[in-house]
C-alpha cells in the first residue's frame, strides 16, 4: 500500500520548500545619512626655564651665557619658534638712591635665539642657547651694581 509519488509532484514540492525558505532570508536595502562631532584638544604655554646661573659680571666685562630649557605640561608637543628675554627688575644690597642700579646698567645680547624645534613633553625638555647678558661700562658711578640680582623674564613663540 504505498502510495506512488510521480516526479512532477516531488520537484513542485522541492521548489515550494525552496521558496519559502528564500523568504525567510529576505531583507530590504536602503540608504541613510547622520551626522557626529569630534573636538580637538588645546594647549597651555610652556614655560622657559634658565639652566645657566651667570656669576662675576663687571663693568666693561664679556658677556656671561645665558641659556636654558622647556618645561611642556602638554599632553603633546609643542613647536618653539624662538626665546626672547627682558630685563624684569635689579635688585641688590647696595641699590639706594646715590648708588642707583636698574636695567639700562645692563645689556642683553643674541636675543631672540631661535629654537625652531618641536619640544616633547614633560619637564626639561629641549634646549635654547645662545643669549648673554653683560654690566655696561657706563661712564657713571655703578657701585650700586654690586652684588645686583638681574631679574630675567623669559618668553617663546
Given at each position: 500500500?504505498?502510495?506512488?509519488?510521480?516526479?512532477?509532484?516531488?520537484?513542485?514540492?522541492?521548489?515550494?520548500?525552496?521558496?519559502?525558505?528564500?523568504?525567510?532570508?529576505?531583507?530590504?536595502?536602503?540608504?541613510?545619512?547622520?551626522s557626529?562631532?569630534?573636538?580637538?584638544?588645546?594647549n597651555?604655554?610652556?614655560?622657559?626655564?634658565?639652566?645657566?646661573?651667570?656669576?662675576g659680571?663687571?663693568?666693561?666685562?664679556?658677556?656671561?651665557?645665558?641659556?636654558?630649557?622647556?618645561?611642556?605640561?602638554?599632553d603633546?608637543?609643542?613647536?618653539?619658534?624662538?626665546?626672547?628675554?627682558?630685563?624684569?627688575?635689579?635688585?641688590?644690597p647696595?641699590?639706594?638712591?646715590?648708588?642707583?642700579?636698574?636695567?639700562?646698567?645692563?645689556?642683553?645680547?643674541?636675543?631672540?635665539?631661535?629654537?625652531?624645534?618641536?619640544?616633547?613633553?614633560?619637564?626639561?625638555q629641549?634646549?635654547?642657547?645662545?643669549?648673554g647678558?653683560?654690566?655696561?661700562?657706563?661712564?657713571?658711578?655703578?657701585?650700586?651694581?654690586?652684588?645686583?640680582?638681574?631679574?630675567?623674564?623669559?618668553?617663546s613663540?
Amino acid at each position: 500500500m504505498f502510495r506512488r509519488i510521480s516526479i512532477k509532484k516531488i520537484v513542485g514540492l522541492t521548489t515550494a520548500v525552496a521558496l519559502v525558505t528564500a523568504g525567510a532570508y529576505a531583507y530590504w536595502t536602503n540608504g541613510g545619512s547622520g551626522s557626529g562631532t569630534a573636538v580637538t584638544g588645546s594647549n597651555a604655554a610652556i614655560t622657559v626655564t634658565q639652566t645657566t646661573s651667570p656669576t662675576g659680571l663687571y663693568p666693561g666685562g664679556p658677556a656671561a651665557a645665558l641659556a636654558g630649557a622647556f618645561n611642556n605640561g602638554n599632553d603633546s608637543k609643542v613647536y618653539v619658534n624662538d626665546v626672547d628675554a627682558t630685563i624684569a627688575s635689579v635688585t641688590g644690597p647696595n641699590i639706594d638712591a646715590t648708588h642707583p642700579c636698574d636695567a639700562s646698567d645692563y645689556a642683553l645680547s643674541g636675543f631672540p635665539v631661535s629654537v625652531d624645534a618641536e619640544v616633547n613633553a614633560g619637564s626639561a625638555q629641549g634646549s635654547w642657547s645662545g643669549g648673554g647678558i653683560a654690566l655696561k661700562n657706563l661712564a657713571a658711578n655703578q657701585d650700586g651694581c654690586k652684588g645686583a640680582t638681574v631679574n630675567l623674564t623669559y618668553t617663546s613663540n
